[in-house]
């Protein structure tokens, strides 16, 4: 598609899985994908680029990349993505990539993503396209009975639905801010799933410094909102 431009090497480790994280709510999926890049040392084989998406480049230790990225590991090719996607070309972004995806064999797609709900926990929730492929999920997470899915997320498991591949969505239970505990939890979802071996206790570091933080900004807030106000004095003249 014009509107989507991939260059990319080809995935190595055919029939390959393929898992999918953009930033969303609490970035859970993109946090949960990057993080996971990291810790199992994937190769950089390609990009995503477009006219559409924001006019924006993300550095990492004084060197630019792309936001949208593909990296490769074994069987799995992972898409990660730095910027949020405009609803407006969902639909696109995923069909481009999808398209791409056509030339290849695919085993399954993952969608990570996150979901704000009113409770405090941190569990996920799954779905998938067939019968089969949810099996493979309801072991080790909540099936999600109904809802909806939206944004990139939703355009992807709707569109997978239509082509027939197999895929699950798995939806971080969080907040709507910055959420590494909701992601370590899809990531010890994935680490079952797979037979994976991700270390998550770093992940969690990280959560607790977020929280740490935020509680500070919190209290320096309420701190504020608490000061003595200065009194206005009556004007003479």
């Given at each position: 598609m014009e509107e989507i431009k991939i260059q990319s090497d080809a995935p190595t480790g055919e029939p390959i899985r393929v898992l999918v994280g953009f930033p969303g709510s609490g970035l859970v999926g993109s946090i949960a994908l990057q993080y996971m890049v990291d810790q199992m040392k994937c190769v950089h084989i390609g990009n995503v680029t477009s006219k559409y998406f924001?006019?924006?480049?993300?550095?990492?230790?004084?060197?630019?990349?792309?936001?949208?990225?593909?990296?490769?590991?074994?069987?799995?090719?992972?898409?990660?993505?730095?910027?949020?996607?405009?609803?407006?070309?969902?639909?696109?972004?995923?069909?481009?990539i999808l398209d791409w995806l056509g030339n290849y064999q695919v085993e399954e797609i993952v969608i990570l993503a996150g979901i704000i709900t009113n409770e405090p926990g941190k569990r996920v929730f799954g779905v998938a396209t067939d019968e089969g492929t949810l099996?493979?999920?309801?072991?080790?997470?909540?099936?999600?009975?109904?809802?909806?899915?939206?944004?990139?997320?939703?355009?992807?498991?709707?569109?997978?639905?239509?082509?027939?591949?197999?895929?699950?969505?798995?939806l971080g239970e969080t907040v709507n801010t910055p959420d590494p505990r909701a992601s370590a939890s899809v990531v010890t979802v994935l680490n079952n799933i797979y037979n994976l071996e991700i270390d998550i206790a770093p992940l969690l570091e990280q959560a607790t410094?977020?929280?740490?933080?935020?509680?500070?900004?919190?209290?320096?807030?309420?701190?504020?909102?608490?000061?003595?106000?200065?009194?206005?004095?009556?004007?003479?003249?």
């Open positions: 924001p006019a924006v480049a993300m550095m990492m230790n004084g060197l630019v990349n792309v936001p949208v990225r593909f990296y490769e590991k074994d069987s799995f090719l992972m898409i990660v993505a730095d910027v949020p996607i405009h609803p407006m070309i969902c639909y696109e972004v995923a069909n481009g099996k493979k999920a309801e072991e080790f997470c909540e099936i999600l009975p109904m809802g909806s899915i939206s944004g990139i997320a939703g355009s992807f498991l709707s569109e997978c639905k239509l082509r027939g591949l197999p895929a699950i969505g798995l410094e977020i929280e740490a933080m935020m509680q500070k900004v919190a209290e320096q807030v309420q701190q504020a909102e608490t000061m003595p106000k200065k009194e206005h004095l009556p004007m003479y003249g």
